[in-house]
């Protein structure tokens, strides 16, 4: 069982569980996911965010088509969140934020929320990232064009979140050339190294996305 730090009232409105798992496999992670999901639910457990990397593998949401999986026979896990197919893997952290919302009708505007904290981590290594209209995740627009560099899926069951974000920070991205990811293709994917043109591992960022995913699931949690 992965190490769980909670946060207390003291420095948060809400008591959120942190907990650091490293290199996780998606499915043992999945089943971690339902387990707390389960517990937040019943109020056995807090709020809760995992943060963590999973070893290369396709995910595919609930609005996948057949023609953006991957077309060399690569196994792809198909998952019960929103949004479309895509990739996973190591030098990406992954947070999954399982929390009671407020307003648990509400999906778009809890989107908008994680994109919004998302930003602001970009914000802090001078990279400006932003919203795009229509498009979920967070994005590069200038006059390179438009590069998606955090992706998000969720889905809220019994009023509590499931699944999360996926933030390029360090990662290998070429397994996103046999997808089409998030159902995109008229875009590219990019990540905070390319974007910094130097080194950064996931150790830089983390305590960074605590900061700002904690601050932003407190006001949209109970």
């Not at 457990?45 to 088509?65: D, F, M």
Request: hydrophobic share 40%; proline share 6%.
């Amino acid at each position: 069982m992965p190490l769980q730090t909670p946060i207390t009232p003291e420095k948060l409105s809400v008591n959120v569980a942190l907990n650091h798992s490293g290199l996780m496999d998606y499915e043992d992670a999945l089943a971690l996911q339902r387990s707390f999901h389960s517990e937040v639910v019943a109020g056995q457990r807090p709020n809760t965010l995992i943060l963590l990397e999973h070893p290369s593998v396709y995910t595919a949401g609930k609005r996948t088509q057949d023609f953006e999986r991957p077309t060399d026979g690569t196994p792809v896990i198909n998952v019960d969140r929103g949004g479309r197919i895509t990739w996973h893997g190591p030098g990406q952290l992954v947070g999954y934020p399982i929390v009671k919302l407020l307003k648990p009708t509400e999906l778009v505007g809890f989107v908008r929320t994680l994109e919004s904290a998302l930003i602001k981590v970009c914000g802090e290594f001078g990279v400006n990232a932003v919203p795009v209209d229509g498009r979920s995740g967070v994005w590069i627009c200038d006059s390179k064009g438009e590069r998606k560099i955090a992706a998000i899926g969720i889905r809220v069951a019994s009023g509590v979140t499931m699944h999360g974000f996926a933030l390029n920070v360090s990662a290998d991205l070429t397994s996103f050339s046999q997808i089409i990811p998030c159902g995109i293709d008229d875009a590219s994917v990019t990540s905070l190294a390319i974007e910094l043109g130097r080194s950064i591992d996931i150790a830089e960022i983390t305590p960074i996305v605590e900061k700002h995913l904690l601050e932003a699931l407190s006001k949209v949690s109970v």
